[in-house]
């Protein structure tokens, strides 16, 4: 009699957890894709992004040629001024550079979607 009762046991607690398996229909509708793109990918030439090298030569050459103009607090305000605009200048000329190294290619990705 023990042995029938825990058959019986047994089969009420295997039941309900064999009834959340899915079922062959419910695992066939479950789909799987791969999904692909054309992705553009910009090379930059230069791993100094913020131009850092050419505003500094800049503001260093143009705060010197401004500090051989005038004379007391104008040779101040020149100096200041001439390193400002030279780093401006500094700033464009290592871009432009940059920008000629500048390349871009296509890569296609994939990943995979699930419904």
């Avoid at 029938?4 to 066939?28: D, E, G, K, N, Y």
């Avoid at 894709?33 to 505003?55: A, F, P, Q, Y």
């Avoid at 104008?74 to 605009?85: D, I, M, R, Y």
Wanted: charged share 15%.
């Amino acid at each position: 009699m023990n042995k029938s009762l825990i058959l019986i046991a047994s089969l009420a607690l295997a039941v309900p957890a064999l009834s959340t398996l899915p079922t062959p229909a419910q695992a066939q509708q479950r789909h799987h894709r791969v999904v692909c793109e054309n992705v553009l990918v910009k090379h930059n030439g230069s791993k100094d992004d913020h131009r850092i090298i050419g505003t500094g030569l800049g503001a260093v050459a143009g705060g010197l040629l401004g500090h051989q103009v005038g004379g007391g607090k104008g040779k101040t305000l020149a100096t200041v001024g001439g390193a400002v605009a030279g780093g401006y200048v500094g700033n464009r000329v290592q871009k432009n550079a940059q920008d000629k190294k500048t390349y871009y290619t296509t890569e296609r990705r994939c990943h995979n979607v699930y419904d």
